[in-house]
């Protein structure tokens, strides 16, 4: 049926025809209806009345003012002028009758016509007609919800797809704009409608169905939108239909920017205006994408099944559809939790192949290791006990030779592999190295992640801009971790701004907002939005639903800082404000999986409660009697810990800051989450517990039976760790502010006096004199009130020393001032005596 559809048109109309197709199809088009429209419209019951056209509503008020129809001498030219001169004569609200009894708006049924166009995916529906068909269509529609819109004051909390009626509705929202001086005053009385038309138009392709060429609404609204936007930034709009025009018309119509596609040169259509429009309807549906993207990836089928014994042949195939399906990737940022599922499902069938990669010749074992890594990355999951793998296989290689040394390594030099696909090899390699660089900060192998950030120094100018991004996050979030807050504030200077990666650009906000730069975060994420919509006008979706999920996610980041903002500013009901700014963007996104909301609450049930501990290998019955097949958690992690890792990465995937100004982000997964790894990824655990900033967090994560399982010298280092990050951090915190917690030295002030009492009463004496030194300067700070859980310090630590290391502490004990004067601090810093417990010898 379609193709004979498409078969009908002519060429001279295909392009645009599959212009505006191709926008309706990815959520980038609006239609605006016209009085002629109506005219489809079935009629309900046997009736003699008709939807009139403006000529014959001119003959109605022609008649009222007259008293008799206008013969073939008569002639009027402005409707408008007319319905003036009724209200002057008769009043507005006879005015407004004769519109309700002349336009039969209750005796006729919505057409098929009607439900056609309404059944399209139109961002909006625009009318200037008073009748309520388009509404009653809508019952008949399944495939959409559209809220209408009667009135500017609904506007703001309306959701798209919308109807909005433009000049009123029947049966009695008035004005019914008819007037001339109805038309003089609407765009200031209805500036608001104006708006969103214009504002559609910018992001839309408008379409106009149920115009003439010299219907006053149409010739209106297109002064309007010039006057607005100028001739020269107008729109191309497309006006829609059957039409007689002279070239004098068509040659206005070309000049106010309007394309007029005139199906009456379409084989059958002739004169009728129906068949135009069903035409028009039944091309864009042939235009329907069959299929989505939306339930990447499928069920993989893999042929290497069926080969025994031979991994090495089995690799090959594997690489072969793996890079297929990462091909057909849709590009989402964040691949849909169902999605994550599906794609670990497919991976893990043949993760077991990643044991064999050294039997492999070169560069096979590098293409699986490739594609498996990215799966992992899709998945949210960790590398971590596979280093060794990775390590191997990248130090196999060393695509540049002339200014990199790596023993041993295959070049491109030599006469054997001169041949291999260095181009390819160079580009996966590169990738390689920085997730196996990403995987040591989250071990805490930090002398192993200085020594590749040397080679990507090295090798800085053959790097792609998404990589010295990416490379560029990386070191912040390294120096992040170390807590070195000078240093991240160096690295985000380094990092080169570049507009055209507006997700990187919105990671860098995030960095910013969480060491205290929150207005510059806000600033970054509103250009980065606007980038990406920019684009967004310029890309259809289709399949490819990166610049959709990029705004879905940026959108949230820039929600949450907003929120801190005005928490900061004590202006409450901002938050509420802010949050509905971007509702109604996020409903039209969920379409594509793109729901940031959705994802969040997923982790928070999953990490809310307390963990269950399972088994690294799962046997599963097979459908075979007898046959039970045992499916390896090769990592050794169990499913606990994975949601908890895929947790922390998908946060950092985002550029997402746990706390920023007393406004958490998903406390209760990141709590939740700590729980999970503080015994597994400790380095990435206490980054993360620091970065929170929440006493209680502290005390529910760092008990008793935890430190009880720590090593002296282990504990020994995070201490020196701590009072270093702490004694980098004193000029911040000088600036901050103790109960705004507004920039991240004020963070560790708060946190890490708690952290450190609990680890001392483990430490070494060592330790310990460290620890009385670092709370002697801080009794005698100017900046002491902005350091919290001081108390506990004190106590635990004097707690934890000997009756003779007490005793040989007197001397130093007595240095520390005596605090009083205010009675919250003097709280926070009792006097150490308190807990001297010397027990004296008879």
Avoid at 3 to 19: G, R, S, T
Wanted: net charge neutral; proline share 5%; charged share 25%.
């Amino acid at each position: 049926m379609y193709d004979d559809v498409i078969k009908e048109i002519p060429a001279e109309l295909m392009l645009y025809l599959n212009e505006i197709a191709e926008r309706l199809w990815s959520g980038h088009a609006a239609v605006m209806v016209g009085a002629g429209f109506s005219k489809n419209a079935k009629k309900g019951d046997i009736t003699k009345k008709k939807f009139l056209d403006w000529t014959q509503l001119g003959n109605v008020f022609y008649e009222k003012i007259y008293g008799t129809r206008p013969n073939g001498e008569q002639h009027y030219l402005n409707v408008l002028k007319l319905a003036n001169e009724v209200q002057a004569a008769f009043g507005r609200s006879v005015l407004d009758q004769i519109l309700r009894s002349q336009l039969p708006d209750k005796e006729y049924k919505p057409s098929e016509l009607h439900i056609k166009l309404m059944e399209l995916p139109w961002t909006d529906v625009f009318t200037t007609n008073y009748d309520t068909l388009l509404e009653r269509s809508c019952v008949n529609v399944t495939s959409q919800k559209f809220d209408t819109v009667i009135c500017k004051e609904d506007l703001v909390y309306s959701e798209k797809p919308r109807i909005i009626k433009l000049h009123g509705s029947f049966p009695s929202k008035r004005p019914f704009i008819i007037t001339e001086e109805d038309y003089r005053k609407y765009p200031k009385d209805f500036a608001p409608f104006v708006n969103t038309v214009q504002q559609s138009l910018l992001e839309n392709t408008l379409c106009l169905i149920g115009f003439s060429g010299n219907d006053p609404n149409f010739l209106q609204w297109i002064g309007w939108i010039q006057d607005n936007l100028g001739k020269e930034n107008s729109p191309k709009l497309y006006l829609i239909g059957n039409f007689s025009l002279s070239d004098a018309q068509k040659k206005l119509l070309e000049q106010r920017n309007i394309i007029l596609l005139d199906f009456s040169v379409c084989h059958g259509v002739n004169s009728s205006h129906e068949k135009a429009l069903e035409l028009f309807f039944d091309f864009l549906y042939s235009k329907k994408k069959i299929g989505n993207n939306l339930e990447w990836p499928k069920e993989e089928q893999l042929s290497h099944k069926t080969i025994e014994n031979n991994p090495i042949n089995e690799i090959k195939l594997v690489i072969r559809e793996w890079e297929v399906t990462r091909e057909n990737y849709p590009n989402w940022v964040i691949l849909p939790e169902d999605r994550r599922g599906v794609l670990w499902e497919n991976t893990n069938s043949s993760s077991y192949l990643i044991y064999s990669l050294s039997k492999l010749d070169a560069p096979d074992d590098l293409k699986f290791l490739f594609e498996f890594n990215w799966r992992m990355e899709r998945c949210l999951y960790p590398i971590n006990n596979l280093l060794g793998i990775y390590e191997k296989v990248i130090d196999r290689y060393n695509p540049f030779p002339n200014v990199l040394s790596i023993d041993n390594s295959i070049t491109p030099q030599d006469a054997e592999y001169k041949t291999l696909p260095w181009p390819e090899i160079e580009q996966k390699w590169l990738e390689l190295l920085s997730s196996l660089m990403r995987s040591y900060r989250e071990e805490g192998l930090i002398d192993k992640w200085n020594s590749i950030d040397g080679k990507f120094k090295i090798l800085y100018k053959f790097l792609s801009t998404e990589l010295v991004a990416k490379l560029s996050y990386e070191r912040c979030l390294c120096a992040l971790f170390l807590l070195k807050i000078t240093e991240v504030k160096d690295r985000i200077k380094e990092w080169p701004v570049n507009s055209s990666l507006p997700l990187w650009e919105a990671k860098r906000a995030g960095i910013l907002a969480e060491i205290g730069d929150i207005n510059a975060a806000a600033k970054l994420l509103e250009q980065s939005l606007s980038n990406i919509r920019k684009q967004l006008n310029l890309s259809p979706v289709s399949n490819n639903y990166l610049l959709v999920s990029q705004e879905s996610y940026v959108m949230q980041l820039l929600d949450y800082v907003n929120c801190s903002i005005e928490l900061r500013n004590y202006n409450f009901e901002g938050q509420n404000e802010n949050r509905k700014r971007f509702n109604e963007r996020w409903n039209n996104l969920k379409q594509y999986k793109c729901d940031p909301w959705n994802e969040q609450n997923l982790f928070e049930i999953k990490l809310g409660h307390k963990p269950v501990p399972s088994s690294n290998n799962n046997k599963k019955n097979d459908f075979d009697i007898g046959r039970v097949t045992t499916i390896y958690n090769f990592n050794n992690i169990d499913d606990e810990a994975l949601t908890a890792y895929s947790f922390l990465r998908y946060c950092e995937e985002l550029g997402t800051p746990f706390r920023i100004q007393n406004t958490f982000y998903s406390k209760k997964a990141v709590k939740g989450t700590l729980k999970r790894i503080v015994n597994k990824l400790p380095f990435w655990a206490f980054a993360t517990l620091i970065r929170l900033g929440d006493v209680k967090v502290v005390s529910n994560v760092l008990d008793r039976e935890y430190i009880y399982k720590m090593d002296i010298s282990g504990i020994d280092l995070l201490i020196d760790n701590y009072l270093s990050a702490i004694e980098n951090a004193f000029p911040d915190i000088a600036l901050g502010n103790r109960f705004k917690k507004d920039n991240f030295a004020i963070v560790l002030a708060s946190v890490i006096p708690e952290i450190l009492s609990r680890l001392c009463v483990k430490c070494s004496d060592n330790a310990r004199f460290k620890l009385l030194d670092f709370l002697n300067r801080i009794y005698l700070s100017e900046n002491k009130h902005k350091f919290k859980k001081i108390f506990n310090l004190t106590k635990r630590l004097i707690s934890s020393l000997s009756d003779k290391k007490q005793y040989e502490l007197l001397p130093r004990l007595l240095k520390f001032p005596i605090v009083y004067g205010d009675k919250f601090i003097e709280k926070d810093f009792p006097d150490p005596f308190y807990f001297i417990s010397i027990l004296l010898s008879p």
